[in-house]
């Protein structure tokens, strides 16, 4: 049942599904887990540059967006004046007193997401790049009006307008910290979102030394010899390491996933999300947003995808019979799960296996890794992955020089991931280029032994996870037997007393139709049993009559049982009906 016949926007607050604006979020009236601490510890412990790296969608841009409007000198998005104290009234940095909120609307900031160079080729990431730096120029124009600016107009002016140089805006960020220090009279503030995102599409683009350059470049004149910056914060994914875009700077403080700081900022804690079950009326929930949506680790705080929550929230509120289902699947860049299933050997493949049952394994792990190292080894690329939220740290040990974990799936939702790549890997690039005419030929000729020597040579790639089960052997034959001949293939369709696994429907009522009907066995000497009641099950459901009703009377019935990659196939052809 919906409740949103009885939602009362009075009582409670909207969700805000894409909304990454702190300020919308908190003068919109919507739901908002405060993670104002952040301030608070980025105050505290007083880096002067600090990089941290998180999975996608766990509250990275929103996060900088609060520090934004913290941080910022009254201005809107126009360059005029504005108050954003009232912002933070009520939520836990206020808390703290004026300790912590004498420095509220105290410093210019300059903040930007690269998140816009996600393109294809150096000159479109280029350009899309230098029209955000154009945009926050544009946002401070205000600074041209002192006088002391007015021998930088002309350069200002060109920046905003997108028509400088390369090496203008390789300098810009640190010629916008000396416009904004000469108007304020106080040292900026730095946020840069995304910051790996050029360098991940530029990897994948061909155009990776290209984009190395231009950021390197840009972060050293902004963020390394900038005289006039007083603290800046960046996030991303992946830690990218020194050497690449980060050399010389011994100014930097990072924090990842393992840093034992921070961790409770970037996504729910179990705490926040059990709040919002109770606010939105549906603490029943709670073990769906547990079993699919919780289980990472950052230092030693376990938190949940907090887009995942928020989405799956937005489900119940509509259908509170909603099944949870994978949102952080739709989001991600899960291409490099495909990328993992292609490049493992055996060892590997059963590695994989092990984690999808629910298994762990054990890792090398360097936090410093350059995108075009990442496929190098498999050991590099479980490291990209877990650093990038597709598996979590059980346990980590150090055997001098080298650090090891102890990673797993975190829950549900990955695991899924998991599961659809595979089968979608396996049964289109795997089986989908074989050749199957054997497979045909048999199955047409009723050899039963062929049959079942065919389907095994096919199941040899797979993955075998969590042991196979009925349902992938359903879609592993129907995307086998797609494209037998003049055959339509139909799947759990509705005929005689219940539902058949598979059907082959001919185009005319002359060739013979084939049913399937399949069975798991647990044990290898249960194979000839389970088929031989497989092939019963076809006749006493008399699955076939919806077909015989519709004049096609040559039938073939074939009794398939599975264990592991073994199979054992029985057939009987019924004839004329």
């Known amino acids: 049942m919906s409740i949103h016949s009885t939602f009362d926007p009075d009582m409670m607050k909207k969700l805000p599904i894409g909304y990454e604006s702190f300020e919308e979020i908190i003068s919109g009236n919507f739901y908002y887990v405060d993670k104002t601490g952040l301030i608070k510890e980025l105050l505290d412990r007083g880096g002067k540059v600090n990089l941290f790296t998180r999975p996608r969608r766990f509250g990275k841009t929103l996060n900088l967006s609060m520090l934004k409007y913290f941080f910022q000198i009254g201005m809107n998005l126009l360059g005029e004046p504005a108050d954003y104290a009232s912002l933070f009234d009520g939520l836990y940095i206020s808390s703290f007193g004026e300790q912590y909120m004498k420095y509220q609307g105290q410093y210019p900031v300059i903040s930007l997401t690269l998140k816009s160079a996600e393109q294809s080729d150096f000159k479109t990431a280029y350009a899309l790049l230098r029209r955000q730096i154009a945009k926050e120029f544009f946002r401070h124009r205000y600074v041209l009006e002192n006088e002391r600016l007015r021998a930088k107009e002309e350069s200002y002016w060109e920046l905003m307008q997108e028509k400088a140089d390369l090496d203008s805006y390789v300098d810009s960020i640190a010629f916008l910290s000396e416009c904004l220090y000469r108007y304020h009279g106080k040292k900026v503030i730095i946020l840069i979102d995304e910051y790996d995102v050029p360098l991940e599409s530029s990897y994948f683009g061909g155009f990776y030394k290209e984009m190395v350059g231009f950021i390197r470049s840009l972060f050293e004149s902004g963020l390394k010899t900038n005289e006039y ?117 055996r060892a590997a493949k059963d590695e994989i296996e092990a984690v999808i049952r629910g298994e762990t394994v054990e890792k090398p792990v360097h936090e410093d890794i350059t995108y075009d190292e990442i496929y190098e080894s498999m050991d590099n690329l479980w490291n990209f992955m877990f650093f990038t939220g597709y598996f979590k740290k059980v346990d980590m040990r150090m055997e001098e020089p080298q650090r090891y974990v102890t990673m797993a799936l975190p829950n549900m939702e990955v695991r899924y991931i998991f599961e659809e790549k595979i089968k979608r890997w396996f049964l289109k690039d795997v089986v989908g280029k074989c050749d199957r005419n054997i497979l045909f030929h048999a199955i047409a000729s009723g050899n039963a032994e062929v049959v079942g020597e065919e389907i095994e040579r096919l199941l040899k790639p797979a993955i075998s996870y969590h042991d196979f089960y009925e349902q992938f052997y359903h879609g592993f034959l129907t995307g086998i037997l797609t494209g037998m001949g003049d055959y339509v293939v139909k799947s759990n369709r509705e005929s005689g007393n219940g539902r058949s696994d598979l059907y082959l429907r001919p185009l005319t009522s002359r060739e013979k139709a084939y049913f399937f009907e399949f069975k798991v066995a647990k044990k290898r000497d249960e194979l000839s049993e389970k088929a031989e009641e497989a092939l019963t099950q076809i006749e006493e459901k008399q699955y076939d009559r919806a077909l015989t009703e519709d004049v096609f009377h040559l039938l073939v019935h074939y009794g398939i049982s599975f264990c592991g990659k073994e199979c054992c196939v029985c057939v009987k052809d019924v004839g004329w009906i």
């Open 229 to 345: 910056l007083e603290k800046a914060v960046l996030t991303g994914c992946l830690r990218i390491s020194r050497e690449s875009v980060f050399t010389g700077m011994n100014n930097l403080t990072i924090n990842s996933i393992l840093s034992t700081n921070y961790g409770e900022y970037f996504g729910f804690t179990e705490a926040e999300v059990s709040a919002m079950c109770k606010e939105y009326l549906m603490p029943e929930k709670e073990p769906d947003f547990q079993r699919w949506y919780n289980g990472y680790i950052f230092g030693e705080v376990n938190v949940y995808n907090p887009w995942s929550v928020i989405l799956q929230l937005d489900r119940y509120l509509d259908d509170k019979n909603a099944f949870p289902i994978s949102h952080w699947a739709n989001t991600s860049s899960n291409s490099i799960v495909r990328s993992m299933i292609e490049r493992a050997d």
